[in-house]
C-alpha cells in the first residue's frame, strides 16, 4: 500500500474509533457484552425533568415475559465493532431517540419499550449465540446486522415465532419463502447496481457517443456477490464491457494491492464497488496513487460522508456517485422534518450521521407492527408476526421506496433506489467532521436523481434472489 493510501486507511480509522467512543450504545469491543438500554428517558435531551405520565396499558395478550404490565423488550443484534461498526452505531443510536420520544409519550399500549442491544462483532457464529440469549426475553428483534447472520437464525426465528427486521438489503428477503418473519425496508443491492449502472452508462454515453468501460470489484458475501449480479445483468443487457471482474475480490484484512492493481490497468471509465466505507479508502486511495483516471460509483453501504474529511475528500466529491437506498439525512421529503427534529433534540452534539435514516426506517417498522399486535389484542410473540402479516404495505414519508409484504416474489420486490454525489463545500462550511445536528448539520450529499426503477429494474422477472446465499 502507498503512504497516502495507507494514511487515508488511518484516518478513517481513528473516525471510527471516535464513533465508537462517542455513542450511547456502544458495549464494548470484545463482543460478549449485552447492554440493555431504558428508553423511557425520565430528562429531556437537554437536561430538563420531563413529567412522567401515568398511561393505563391496554387489555392484551401477553406472556407476561416479552411484554409485561409495563414493559415491553425488544431485541437488537448489531455490530458495533465490526467492519460496519460505525453505520451501526447510528443507526442504534437513532433507534434509541425515538423509542425514548414515544416512552415520553406513553409508550405502546401503555407500555415502555426497552432495548436488549447485543454485539455480535459481524460474527455468525456469535450472531447465533447472542440471538439464543435473548430469543425466549424479547417480543421481537428490531435490528439484525448482516444477511448470513440473519439467514442464520431464520430457522429459529420462525420457530420462535420471532419478526425480525434485517439491517441488510439482499434480494433475498422479497422472496416470500426465504424473507419468512422479516421484515426489510426499501430496496436490494442487486436492483441498485441496475439501476445506478444503467443512469451512469446513459449519462456517459450522452456526453462521449460511446458506451462505458466497465469494472466490478465487490466483497465475498451476499453483499458483494448480490450487488455483483445486478451490475452484471446490467453490463450484458447494456452491452457494456466488463474489463475487470472482480466479483469477491475484496477480502477485508488480505491485500488490496491486487485489487487496487488491477482496476487502475484496466481502461475501465467507472468502476462499482461494494465494499465499506474503510476498504474503499485503501482500493480508491491505491488504485489512484497507481494512475487510475475513470470514475466511480458505489452501493450505499461503501460510503460514509465522514470519509470527506480524509485525505481522499475533494477526490470522492469529484469522481464518486453513490446508490441510496434511502434518503441521507436532511433530504428534501416530507418525512424529514420529524426525523431531524427528534434527532436535533436527542444528540445536539452528534454528527448528523446518514445511517440515521435507517434507524428512524427500522423503529417506523417496528412501531407499526407493535400498534398493529396491539389493535388486534395479541402482543405475544407470534401475535407479533400475525400483525406484520396483515400489514400489507408501508410507506415511509419520501424517506424510502414503499415496501410492500404481501404477494409472489415479483411483485414484492421494490425496485427503485436513489443515486447522490457527496459535496465537500457542504461538508467544509457545516463545520467538517465538527458538524452537528443542533448546528443544523446534514448528510454532505448531494441529490443526482430521486428514487427510480431503470427500465432493466422494472423489467425484471424477480422469481428469487439474484445471488442464492449459500448457493
Same mark, same amino acid.
Given at each position: 500500500?502507498s503512504h497516502?493510501?495507507s494514511s487515508?486507511r488511518?484516518?478513517? &480509522?481513528?473516525l471510527?474509533?471516535?464513533?465508537?467512543?462517542?455513542?450511547?450504545? @456502544?458495549s464494548?469491543g470484545s463482543?460478549?457484552?449485552?447492554?440493555?438500554t431504558?428508553?423511557?428517558s425520565t430528562?429531556?435531551?437537554?437536561?430538563?425533568?420531563?413529567?412522567?405520565?401515568t398511561?393505563?396499558?391496554l387489555?392484551?395478550k401477553?406472556d407476561?415475559? @416479552?411484554?409485561t404490565?409495563d414493559? *415491553?423488550y425488544?431485541?437488537?443484534l448489531?455490530? %458495533?465493532t465490526?467492519p460496519?461498526?460505525?453505520?451501526? *452505531?447510528d443507526v442504534?443510536?437513532a433507534?434509541i431517540?425515538?423509542?425514548s420520544k414515544?416512552n415520553d409519550?406513553?409508550?405502546?399500549?401503555g407500555?415502555?419499550i426497552?432495548?436488549?442491544i447485543e454485539? #455480535?462483532g459481524?460474527? #455468525?457464529?456469535?450472531h447465533?449465540e447472542?440471538?439464543?440469549?435473548?430469543a425466549?426475553r424479547v417480543?421481537?428483534?428490531?435490528?439484525?446486522?448482516?444477511?448470513p447472520? @440473519?439467514l442464520?437464525i &431464520? +430457522?429459529?426465528?420462525?420457530?420462535?415465532d420471532?419478526?425480525?427486521?434485517p439491517?441488510?438489503?439482499?434480494?433475498?428477503?422479497?422472496?416470500?419463502?426465504?424473507?419468512? $418473519?422479516?421484515?426489510?425496508t426499501?430496496?436490494?443491492?442487486?436492483?441498485?447496481?441496475m $439501476?445506478t449502472i444503467?443512469w451512469?452508462?446513459?449519462d456517459f454515453?450522452?456526453?462521449t457517443?460511446?458506451k462505458?468501460k &466497465?469494472?466490478?470489484?465487490t466483497?465475498p458475501?451476499d453483499?458483494?456477490?448480490?450487488s455483483y449480479a445486478g451490475a452484471?445483468?446490467?453490463a450484458?443487457?447494456l452491452?457494456?464491457e466488463?474489463v475487470y471482474?472482480?466479483?469477491?475480490?475484496? *477480502?477485508?484484512?488480505?491485500?488490496?494491492?491486487?485489487?487496487? =492493481? =488491477?482496476i487502475?490497468?484496466?481502461?475501465?471509465?467507472?468502476?462499482?464497488?461494494?465494499?465499506?466505507?474503510?476498504t474503499?479508502?485503501t482500493v480508491?486511495?491505491? +488504485?489512484?496513487?497507481?494512475?487510475?483516471?475513470?470514475?466511480?460509483s458505489v452501493?450505499?453501504?461503501?460510503?460514509s460522508d465522514r470519509?470527506?474529511g480524509t485525505?481522499?475528500g475533494?477526490y470522492?466529491?469529484? $469522481?464518486?456517485?453513490?446508490?441510496a437506498l434511502?434518503a441521507?439525512?436532511?433530504?428534501?421529503?416530507?418525512g424529514?422534518?420529524e426525523?431531524?427534529?427528534v /434527532?436535533?433534540?436527542?444528540?445536539?452534539?452528534?454528527?448528523?450521521?446518514?445511517?440515521?435514516v435507517?434507524?428512524? %426506517?427500522?423503529?417506523?417498522v417496528t412501531?407499526?407492527?407493535?400498534e398493529q399486535a396491539?389493535? &388486534?389484542?395479541?402482543?405475544?410473540?407470534?401475535?407479533?408476526?400475525?400483525?406484520?402479516?396483515a400489514? !400489507?404495505?408501508?410507506?415511509y414519508?419520501?424517506?424510502?421506496?414503499?415496501?410492500?409484504?404481501?404477494g409472489?416474489?415479483?411483485?414484492t420486490v #421494490?425496485?427503485?433506489?436513489? *443515486?447522490?454525489k457527496?459535496d465537500?463545500?457542504m461538508f467544509d462550511?457545516? !463545520?467538517? /467532521?465538527?458538524a452537528?445536528?443542533g448546528?443544523?448539520g446534514?448528510?454532505? /450529499?448531494?441529490k443526482v436523481?430521486?428514487?427510480?426503477?431503470?427500465?432493466?429494474?422494472t423489467?425484471?422477472?424477480?422469481?428469487?434472489?439474484c445471488?442464492? /446465499?449459500g448457493?
Amino acid at each position: 500500500m502507498s503512504h497516502h493510501a495507507s494514511s487515508v486507511r488511518n484516518a478513517f &480509522l481513528v473516525l471510527v474509533v471516535f464513533a465508537l467512543a462517542a455513542t450511547a450504545c @456502544t458495549s464494548g469491543g470484545s463482543g460478549q457484552s449485552t447492554t440493555t438500554t431504558q428508553v423511557s428517558s425520565t430528562t429531556s435531551p437537554a437536561g430538563g425533568q420531563v413529567a412522567n405520565t401515568t398511561v393505563v396499558p391496554l387489555t392484551v395478550k401477553t406472556d407476561g415475559v @416479552t411484554v409485561t404490565s409495563d414493559t *415491553i423488550y425488544l431485541g437488537l443484534l448489531a455490530d %458495533l465493532t465490526g467492519p460496519f461498526s460505525g453505520s451501526v *452505531i447510528d443507526v442504534l443510536d437513532a433507534q434509541i431517540a425515538f423509542w425514548s420520544k414515544v416512552n415520553d409519550e406513553g409508550g405502546i399500549a401503555g407500555r415502555k419499550i426497552e432495548l436488549i442491544i447485543e454485539n #455480535t462483532g459481524y460474527s #455468525t457464529t456469535l450472531h447465533a449465540e447472542k440471538y439464543a440469549g435473548m430469543a425466549d426475553r424479547v417480543l421481537m428483534i428490531s435490528h439484525s446486522t448482516g444477511s448470513p447472520h @440473519t439467514l442464520g437464525i &431464520l +430457522a429459529d426465528l420462525v420457530a420462535n415465532d420471532h419478526l425480525a427486521v434485517p439491517v441488510t438489503w439482499y434480494s433475498g428477503w422479497s422472496d416470500p419463502a426465504l424473507g419468512a $418473519n422479516l421484515l426489510e425496508t426499501g430496496s436490494n443491492y442487486c436492483m441498485e447496481a441496475m $439501476n445506478t449502472i444503467s443512469w451512469l452508462a446513459a449519462d456517459f454515453e450522452e456526453r462521449t457517443g460511446t458506451k462505458p468501460k &466497465l469494472a466490478i470489484a465487490t466483497f465475498p458475501d451476499d453483499y458483494g456477490l448480490d450487488s455483483y449480479a445486478g451490475a452484471t445483468y446490467a453490463a450484458e443487457q447494456l452491452g457494456i464491457e466488463v474489463v475487470y471482474n472482480g466479483a469477491g475480490t475484496i *477480502i477485508p484484512g488480505t491485500d488490496l494491492l491486487p485489487v487496487a =492493481s =488491477s482496476i487502475s490497468k484496466s481502461g475501465a471509465d467507472f468502476t462499482w464497488l461494494a465494499a465499506d466505507p474503510l476498504t474503499l479508502t485503501t482500493v480508491v486511495g491505491t +488504485a489512484l496513487q497507481l494512475g487510475y483516471t475513470g470514475q466511480w460509483s458505489v452501493s450505499m453501504p461503501t460510503f460514509s460522508d465522514r470519509l470527506l474529511g480524509t485525505a481522499l475528500g475533494d477526490y470522492l466529491a469529484a $469522481n464518486m456517485y453513490m446508490s441510496a437506498l434511502m434518503a441521507p439525512l436532511g433530504a428534501d421529503v416530507q418525512g424529514m422534518s420529524e426525523v431531524l427534529d427528534v /434527532l436535533q433534540d436527542k444528540y445536539p452534539d452528534r454528527y448528523p450521521a446518514a445511517g440515521m435514516v435507517e434507524g428512524y %426506517l427500522e423503529f417506523f417498522v417496528t412501531k407499526r407492527v407493535l400498534e398493529q399486535a396491539a389493535e &388486534l389484542g395479541d402482543m405475544t410473540p407470534a401475535g407479533v408476526v400475525a400483525a406484520a402479516r396483515a400489514i !400489507g404495505s408501508l410507506s415511509y414519508g419520501g424517506l424510502s421506496p414503499s415496501n410492500l409484504f404481501s404477494g409472489d416474489a415479483n411483485a414484492t420486490v #421494490t425496485r427503485a433506489t436513489a *443515486i447522490y454525489k457527496p459535496d465537500k463545500g457542504m461538508f467544509d462550511s457545516q !463545520g467538517g /467532521l465538527g458538524a452537528s445536528l443542533g448546528g443544523g448539520g446534514v448528510s454532505a /450529499l448531494v441529490k443526482v436523481a430521486d428514487f427510480f426503477a431503470s427500465d432493466l429494474a422494472t423489467n425484471y422477472d424477480f422469481q428469487g434472489p439474484c445471488y442464492v /446465499l449459500g448457493g
